[in-house]
């Protein structure tokens, strides 16, 4: 009896031990930069770690293949590694004397896919960055982090066979709680650094009508811990009961219980209608349907606390196309940020080139921004965005916009930094703006492009990510001089040559400290 009561808390005690060691037995990263941990009779001191490329288990040879040291005063380090797909063994080399045994090396690999084959995709840096050398990047359309000097040091793993592999991932970034966000597939995902799933969205379509939310381009981690991501609400085209009533301004919420709020005018449901119930009719009668945007927000457990439709008031709009006069039936819905301080949410939709302010949580329509597609308005060369994409608030309160310049097709895109002025309807006073240099030699006219990302940083420059069919990712100041500049791009075997692999939205990690802050935030890679 007493033989296997030792047995079992000498298993006990292993498996403690293990859970404290990280990369733990047998792991297999997928990223190089790593968070070393390890067990230690004093909480400071001075520590020492080694690493050596290959697996041993003789003191003797690990010796000899050292390639990383490491110091330390606590029992954590980061550390990078030269290699993805090579195996490793490490050990603590000094502190306590249990640390020095020769039992006490650890072995873990790092992973390797295509993708972050040099040979396959690389991040080309044109211009080396003079400030921000030690941020990272984020591609979603290569699902890569890279370091300033075009390195790849993290892949998205295949996190329950769902959200790797082929999956088709949009908008991926770190959050204010050091995790990732993403959209796999039009479904949205948090996982942190070791590629944990920490929450998905759930799929029932309460606010859509339909079997399921249609969720897409933009997902957010809000810094109360509550989710907020756009969706998509199709509805059948009925013509003749659409008006153009430009202050026909009708919100939509609900409350933390679910429920309509009671104080919110023009919000309720339509008679006989529950806000469990689906929508109703039969809509094999209109197969022409209108694609309206939505705006949903969720708490950790995936409760429903707040949406807005657009529908509730672009639907009483009659838009066309200013360039074609066709009526639309997609306003395309792209972009939002939420103003969490002064409670503002920004929605922006592409091909009516506006940008719609909200009030929260009361939704009620506060502003417009952008272009006019009405009936009978002509489309106007002095617009200050065309099929705009990421809307963001800068720190000092104005508008920053990625404009895809889609009126001027013979112009590249560009970003606007803009101030609203209060008071005035429609209006915003263009503060700056910057225009990346590209070639156009040679073309006729400029390709047309979609998506792009802005994101202002702690000393007010700009990062950038260019969109279709452009694959540049930049840094640029407030006196429009380039302070990093990188191409990704892919091998194309049939014509053996380097091409543009256009992403849809990058993003960035401003500094060490907001990496480390993902790793030691991040669980224990799991089994």
């Known amino acids: 009896m007493y033989k296997y009561c030792f047995l079992f808390f000498a298993l006990i005690f292993q498996f403690h031990l293990n859970a404290q060691t990280f990369p733990s037995e047998g792991k297999k990263l997928h990223y190089r930069i790593v968070g070393f941990k390890f067990i230690t009779d004093k909480p400071t001191g001075k520590f020492h770690l080694e690493v050596a490329k290959g697996t041993y288990n003789s003191l003797d040879s690990f010796k000899k293949n050292v390639i990383l040291n490491l110091s330390c005063t606590t029992n954590k380090v980061v550390g990078e590694l030269p290699w993805f797909g090579t195996d490793y063994t490490w050990r603590v080399v000094t502190g306590s004397k249990s640390e020095n045994k020769n039992d006490s090396l650890h072995h873990f690999s790092t992973g390797s896919i295509p993708i972050v084959d040099s040979n396959n995709c690389r991040l080309k840096v044109k211009v080396p960055a003079s400030k921000h050398k030690d941020a990272y990047v984020f591609s979603d359309m290569s699902k890569v982090l890279y370091d300033m000097n075009g390195k790849p040091v993290w892949y998205l793993p295949n996190v329950l066979g769902i959200i790797g592999g082929n999956a088709v991932v949009r908008d991926m970034k770190r959050s204010t709680a050091g995790t990732i966000t993403l959209l796999a597939n039009d479904r949205p995902y948090e996982i942190d650094y070791n590629g944990n799933l920490i929450w998905r969205g759930p799929r029932e379509g309460y606010v859509s009508g339909d079997s399921v939310e249609h969720f897409h381009h933009e997902f957010t981690r809000l810094d109360n811990g509550h989710y907020m991501v756009l969706g998509n609400e199709l509805l059948p085209f009925e013509a003749g009961n659409i008006n153009s009533n430009m202050d026909t301004l009708v919100p939509t919420a609900i409350d933390g219980n679910g429920q309509p709020a009671n104080?919110?005018?023009?919000?309720?449901?339509?008679?006989?209608?529950?806000?469990?119930?689906?929508?109703?009719?039969?809509?094999?009668?209109?197969?022409?349907?209108?694609?309206?945007?939505?705006?949903?927000?969720?708490?950790?457990?995936?409760?429903?606390?707040?949406?807005?439709?657009?529908?509730?008031?672009?639907?009483?709009?009659?838009?066309?196309?200013?360039?074609?006069?066709?009526?639309?039936?997609?306003?395309?819905?792209?972009?939002?940020?939420?103003?969490?301080?002064?409670?503002?949410?920004?929605?922006?939709?592409?091909?009516?080139?506006?940008?719609?302010?909200?009030?929260?949580?009361?939704?009620?329509?506060?502003?417009?921004?952008?272009?006019?597609?009405?009936?009978?308005?002509?489309?106007?060369?002095?617009?200050?965005?065309?099929?705009?994409?990421?809307?963001?608030?800068?720190?000092?309160?104005?508008?920053?916009?990625?404009?895809?310049?889609?009126?001027?097709?013979?112009?590249?895109?560009?970003?606007?930094?803009?101030?609203?002025?209060?008071?005035?309807?429609?209006?915003?006073?263009?503060?700056?703006?910057?225009?990346?240099?590209?070639?156009?030699?040679?073309?006729?006219?400029?390709?047309?492009?979609?998506?792009?990302?802005?994101?202002?940083?702690?000393?007010?420059?700009?990062?950038?990510?260019?969109?279709?069919?452009?694959?540049?990712?930049?840094?640029?100041?407030?006196?429009?001089?380039?302070?990093?500049d990188a191409e990704l791009e892919k091998y194309n075997d049939v014509d053996k040559k380097w091409i543009p692999f256009s992403m849809y939205r990058g993003s960035i990690i401003d500094g060490k400290k907001g990496l480390e802050d993902m790793i030691w935030k991040s669980a224990p890679l799991r089994n």
């Open 263 to 484: 104080n919110l005018p023009n919000n309720a449901l339509p008679e006989g209608m529950t806000p469990g119930d689906k929508r109703k009719g039969n809509r094999n009668m209109h197969p022409v349907k209108i694609s309206y945007g939505t705006i949903l927000e969720y708490d950790k457990f995936g409760k429903l606390l707040w949406y807005w439709k657009s529908s509730e008031y672009y639907g009483q709009v009659d838009f066309h196309n200013c360039k074609t006069g066709k009526k639309l039936f997609d306003i395309h819905e792209n972009s939002f940020c939420f103003d969490q301080k002064k409670q503002k949410v920004y929605v922006g939709f592409k091909n009516i080139s506006q940008i719609v302010k909200l009030s929260y949580p009361d939704a009620a329509i506060e502003n417009i921004f952008g272009s006019l597609y009405y009936p009978g308005e002509p489309c106007s060369d002095s617009a200050l965005f065309w099929e705009q994409h990421a809307c963001r608030i800068a720190k000092n309160g104005d508008l920053l916009v990625f404009n895809n310049n889609m009126r001027n097709l013979n112009e590249p895109p560009r970003i606007e930094m803009m101030e609203e002025v209060q008071g005035a309807k429609f209006y915003l006073k263009k503060k700056w703006e910057y225009q990346y240099p590209i070639d156009l030699r040679g073309l006729q006219r400029l390709p047309l492009t979609n998506g792009g990302n802005v994101e202002e940083l702690e000393d007010e420059s700009i990062f950038v990510s260019m969109c279709t069919p452009y694959s540049n990712m930049y840094i640029v100041n407030k006196d429009k001089e380039l302070i990093w």
